[in-house]
């Protein structure tokens, strides 16, 4: 089991930027999927993006393809949400989510260790 923690969320404009971190600890991550999800209220959890640390190999979500990146350093032992050209819609709680496997999968469900969460409001 590892340990994560997010943060970097905030209240943006429209068009705005912001970065999310997840820093992660407990386990060698050589064998593991990162992931990134949101959910906004009233709504389910939802996937954005996912990382393979051995590769990074790498899939996103079709409605953040070209406006966000998702990364990781191995040296730091961090993971990175790096969006840009935000949206109203983008508006949610962020997680961090990791997994030990290899499959770049998108439910929730396939993700054993999550993070607590950091809010982004994209607002005027």
């Known amino acids: 089991q590892i340990q994560l923690i997010e943060s970097g969320g905030g209240l943006v404009q429209p068009g705005g930027s912001l970065r999310l971190s997840c820093a992660v600890s407990?386990?060698?991550?050589?064998?593991?999927?990162m992931g990134w999800f949101r959910q906004a209220p009233g709504k389910e959890r939802e996937f954005v993006a996912a990382?393979?640390?051995?590769?990074?190999?790498?899939r996103y979500v079709d409605s953040v393809m070209a406006r966000f990146t998702i990364s990781r350093d191995s040296t730091s032992n961090m993971m990175y949400l790096q969006m840009n050209n935000l949206k109203p819609e983008d508006t949610a709680v962020y997680y961090c989510?990791?997994?030990?496997?290899?499959?770049?999968?998108?439910?929730?469900?396939?993700?054993?260790?999550w993070g607590q969460g950091t809010r982004v409001t994209v607002s005027s």
């Open positions: 989510a990791a997994d030990r496997s290899w499959g770049l999968v998108t439910s929730p469900l396939s993700y054993a260790d």
């Open positions: 990382i393979r640390w051995s590769d990074v190999g790498k």
């Open positions: 407990g386990d060698s991550l050589s064998m593991y999927i």
